[in-house]
């Protein structure tokens, strides 16, 4: 295939990835097993032939079912270092990963427990691949602001190890605007903010998350192409949309790749980063997103270079680290440009 090796080997940062969405079937069925937990499927095959959805809710409703095996660190630990090596076989040198405490903590397994496994795969994901890793603790937006606000106390004392928080679950009829206020908080308590918009949700629920959100990054973002004005405030304020093709695919939110908006978004002066989302569901980590939009003709060898640059760009890291990462993109682009 065109550009395999390339994509395979370019250096880049993945910026949206929910941690419980790379949750494979056969490490759903270990940890089942492990904690006697009893899960609704007989095998690998059995899980795989449920992931079929016809919109968010119908695999958030699954994706929630599979979280119930995790309830140690070391399920966490195990959960995230599967993660980081597939990551770091992906080209991955930079990851900000998503978790949703909400998940876990209606279930009765505390915030502590899930920080400390998150907390050690990191490290240990950080001697074995050398890959960098920061943590977005997302609020999910079906609850009520009492619980996010109970989240946010709950992570009081692991904020030096939480970069920013995140919005994420069933969209519509949850608009970023109720969430206002923890988000003013956590930015109050120096954290970076994103959230999901404009995934299934209207254009407006994109705007209130600029405005009322304040965020640093905006998650999917594909509704606000209907919406001129934004598409040109966006691209002026140089916000960085996470975009997610086999997600979107697998979601309905597109009918095929080849009528997938990244094109439009780049040719809008986006800047656009591709990403995997929920890779155990959605049939593909970041590369084979890279893949399915070659493959759909949707980018060329010059916008691999661009996403993968801007991924860095959109990422949370700070000055010295991001001048690094760069750097050994341009090394990797210079060495790979045939001269003529
Ligand atoms: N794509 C997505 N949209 C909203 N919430 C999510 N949680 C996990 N994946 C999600
Ligand atoms: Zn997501």
């Known amino acids: 295939m065109v550009h395999d090796t390339f994509i395979t080997n370019i250096p880049k940062a993945e910026l949206h990835l929910h941690i419980e969405g790379s ?3 056969e490490l759903m069925f270990r940890l089942a097993k492990r904690n006697r937990i009893s899960i609704p499927f007989q095998s690998v095959e059995d899980v795989k032939k449920a992931y079929n959805f016809n919109n968010l809710q119908d695999f958030l409703d699954i994706y929630y079912a599979g979280a119930s095996v995790l309830q140690t660190a070391e399920d966490f630990h195990d959960l995230a270092t599967a993660y980081f090596a597939r990551a770091a076989a992906d080209g ?8 949703d405490p909400q998940t876990h903590t209606t279930r009765g397994i505390p915030f502590d427990v899930v920080m400390e496994g998150l907390l050690s795969g990191i490290a240990e994901a950080k001697a074995q691949h050398g890959i960098s890793v920061l943590l977005i603790m997302c609020f999910l937006r079906h609850l009520d602001e009492d619980s996010a606000f109970a989240t946010f106390k709950s992570a009081e004392k692991w904020i030096p190890h939480i970069s920013g928080v995140g ?4 969209e519509l009829g949850h608009p970023p605007s109720k969430f206002a206020r923890v988000f003013a908080a956590a930015g109050s308590a120096g954290l970076m903010r994103v959230a999901h918009a404009g995934e299934e949700g209207p254009p407006s629920y994109v705007v209130e998350a600029l405005d009322l959100l304040n965020i640093n990054r905006l998650d999917h973002g594909n509704r606000a192409l209907e919406d001129a004005a934004l598409t040109a405030r966006l691209a002026r304020e140089a ?14 939110v597109v009918d095929n790749l080849n009528n997938h908006p990244v094109n439009r978004m780049l040719d809008a002066g986006l800047r656009v980063t591709i990403n995997s989302d929920d890779p155990a569901y959605f049939g593909g980590y970041i590369n084979d997103n890279f893949r399915a939009l070659v493959a759909a003709g949707k980018v060329s060898r010059e916008d691999i270079i661009t996403l993968a640059r801007n991924s860095f760009l959109g990422s949370f890291l700070k000055d010295e680290d991001l001048a690094t990462q760069i750097e050994a993109l341009n090394t990797f682009v210079a060495a790979h440009t045939v001269s003529h």
């Open 23 to 25: 949750l494979e079937p």
């Open 92 to 99: 991955v040198t930079h990851t900000e990963i998503f978790f």
């Open 167 to 170: 919005l994420d679950s069933s």
């Open 239 to 252: 916000m960085t949309l996470t975009v997610c093709p086999l997600s979107n695919l697998k979601l309905c």
